[in-house]
């Protein structure tokens, strides 16, 4: 779908390690989004799978954007704003194959995106605005900048809370419609991501602030304690490369120089602490409103991670489907929704 003058309407759900974007056209895509501010110094053999990283200059500096060796910290307030979040998304684009115009939607944490008292932070949200609309050199493999018809720009970008944004994603359809009956209902999200989890409590399309909040609590814990547990068996004086630890994830095993570290056991308990921690965190947020809430709806990358660790943990529980991609498809669909209302205005 277009934006309101012939741009193309993105959503663009920022991750620390994958981002997620969402169009009509495009459908659900996921890109890794690891950064770096030094490019690699390693010799291209030409045997990857469509895995380069991609160079960009912001503000004077380059930042390599993909599977980096050495990725930066993006555990700080500021992220959201800096040139290396900005570099994420528009390699997210490139990678997906968007040229030209874009009209973007993006979300930020609850805690962030409004005040206690439920009033947006606006400024806030015209700084991460700013942020995407700045210049943007791309390099291509050759080394030179890419012409700008080559690649994405943001004419305009929107900011919604990311929680909120899995509401609209469960409440209206691709076209912009209510789905019956699910307006009125009381529903909590929990949107369970690296960095953060959130918690919005919406009913009748109204946040109930005294019941959402966020926690600085993710999926990146559980990457993060293994790390530390793997140094300390190991006697390691510098982290484990994370991509190492994400590939193990899925086998079991860590590879570290000559060494086969078993992770099996210690996934479990780490995924077990995690999902206790944010069902005490769940649970002090909603207090007497429990009663009431029709849906506690799980979304997010952790969401998926943790589906297991999560059966049960509250009766109206429900794992949205392609919960990965919740918040962006309900980016999208806000993005529907405001445009239309802009329209019409």
């Given at each position: ?316 529980m429900e794992v949205a489907p392609e919960a990965q991609y919740a918040n962006a498809r309900g980016m999208w669909k806000y993005g529907v929704v405001s445009g239309s209302r802009r329209d019409a205005a």
């Amino acid at each position: 779908m277009s934006g309101t003058n012939g741009e193309q309407l993105i959503a663009i759900d920022d991750g620390f390690d994958e981002t997620k974007i969402y169009s009509r056209a495009l459908g659900g895509r996921k890109i890794r989004s690891l950064f770096s501010l030094k490019p690699t110094d390693l010799a291209d053999l030409g045997m990857k799978d469509g895995d380069r990283e991609g160079v960009y200059r912001i503000d004077g500096k380059r930042y390599a954007v993909g599977n980096v060796r050495a990725p930066e910290e993006t555990r700080f307030d500021d992220y959201p704003f800096s040139p290396g979040n900005l570099a994420v998304a528009i390699h997210a684009l490139r990678v997906a194959g968007v040229r030209g115009d874009v009209e973007a939607v993006s979300g930020m944490p609850v805690n962030r995106y409004y005040t206690m008292d439920g009033e947006v932070r606006k400024d806030l949200v015209l700084r991460k605005r700013k942020s995407w609309m700045r210049d943007v050199a791309v390099y291509g493999e050759d080394g030179q900048e890419l012409p700008e018809d080559e690649v994405p720009r943001f004419v305009r970008v929107s900011v919604v809370s990311e929680a909120v944004a899995a509401w609209f994603d469960h409440c209206v359809d691709d076209t912009g419609a209510v789905i019956e009956g699910r307006l009125r209902e009381q529903v909590a999200i929990v949107d369970i991501g690296g960095r953060t989890t959130d918690v919005a409590v919406v009913e009748d399309a109204s946040v109930l602030m005294a019941h959402s909040g966020t926690t600085d609590h993710g999926a990146l814990d559980i990457y993060a304690a293994i790390d530390r547990r793997i140094q300390g068996q190991l006697g390691l004086t510098r982290p484990v490369p994370r991509q190492r630890i994400v590939e193990g994830m899925e086998r079991g095993v860590v590879t570290v120089g000559a060494h086969e570290v078993d992770i099996r056991e210690m996934k479990r308990e780490e995924k077990r602490l995690l999902a206790e921690r944010i069902q005490v965190f769940v649970a002090s947020l909603i207090g007497s409103e429990a009663a009431f809430i029709n849906r506690v709806i799980f979304v997010g990358g952790g969401a998926v991670m943790l589906a297991d660790e999560l059966q049960g943990m509250f009766p109206q529980m429900e794992v949205a489907p392609e919960a990965q991609y919740a918040n962006a498809r309900g980016m999208w669909k806000y993005g529907v929704v405001s445009g239309s209302r802009r329209d019409a205005a």
